[in-house]
């Protein structure tokens, strides 16, 4: 089992709509989890942080914690085509970033 | 601030050369990472280094895989022979002890790296 999971997509959704990325993580000691965006031939940047159970917002950004189930989620409200990426998940274990495959979303216009 | 440098940004090599890789942190970043992205495997992490010293290679995927970074300012990673199954996006990131777990990692513009 890799350490964290995502289903690779592609998810297509409508402009103006709820995107909903999941990503899943084995290591229960993680304690950070984060959200990349990474446009097409491009390097990733950090969009979101979270570090304790619940909800964090960030403009139209909201990240998910949920420990006990080891589920982390990213959803982006009011899509627009320019929200069309891939959105790598990661986990921090000991300064080491540990990232997932991947969501390819494609906004529609 | 000039952002993290890489450099090639893309090689096309045959196999069994050696490459080169090099990357130029931003300067007073003490953290830097190396990782490989292939859309099978993702973005993997090679290795890491803190005050330009190796923490963990456990990435690294075998012998033929090695990486320096004499000083602060300078890091590479070479590939002696190359492979087809190289052919991935090495991305050179950097960080700085304050921020490095909170996510800010700083990432070049990678380099393709094909290996016919």
């Known amino acids: 089992q890799k350490e964290v999971e995502q289903n690779s997509g592609p998810l297509s959704v409508p402009e103006g709509a709820i995107a909903s990325l999941n990503c899943t993580y084995s290591?229960?000691?993680?304690?950070?989890f984060f959200w990349y965006r990474q446009y097409s031939g491009k390097s990733p940047e950090l969009i979101m942080s979270?570090?304790?159970?619940g909800d964090k917002e960030d403009g139209r950004f909201t990240a998910q914690l949920n420990k006990a189930s080891q589920y982390v989620s990213l959803l982006i409200r009011d899509s627009q085509p320019s929200d069309s990426a891939t959105y790598l998940c990661?986990?921090?274990?000991?300064?080491?970033?540990?990232f997932g495959t991947g969501t390819r979303l494609k906004v529609l216009a | 601030d000039a952002g993290v440098i890489q450099s090639p940004r893309h090689e096309v090599t045959e196999m069994g050369q050696e490459v080169t890789l090099r990357c130029k942190p931003i300067?007073?970043?003490?953290?830097l990472f190396w990782y490989r992205q292939t859309m099978m495997r993702g973005l993997e992490l090679l290795i890491y280094?803190?005050?330009?010293?190796?923490?963990?290679d456990s990435g690294m995927p075998e012998d033929r895989f090695s990486a320096k970074m004499p000083n602060a300012s300078f890091s590479t990673l070479k590939i002696q022979p190359s492979e087809p199954r190289d052919s991935a996006v090495y991305f050179c990131?950097?960080?700085?002890?304050?921020?490095?777990?909170?996510?800010?990692?700083?990432f070049g513009e990678g380099s393709r790296l094909t290996v016919l």
């Open positions: 990131a950097s960080s700085y002890s304050d921020r490095v777990n909170t996510g800010e990692l700083f």
């Open positions: 290591d229960r000691v993680s304690q950070s």
């Open positions: 979270i570090y304790s159970n």
């Open positions: 990661a986990v921090n274990v000991a300064y080491k970033y540990i």
């Open positions: 300067s007073g970043h003490d953290y």
């Open positions: 280094f803190n005050n330009n010293v190796p923490i963990d």
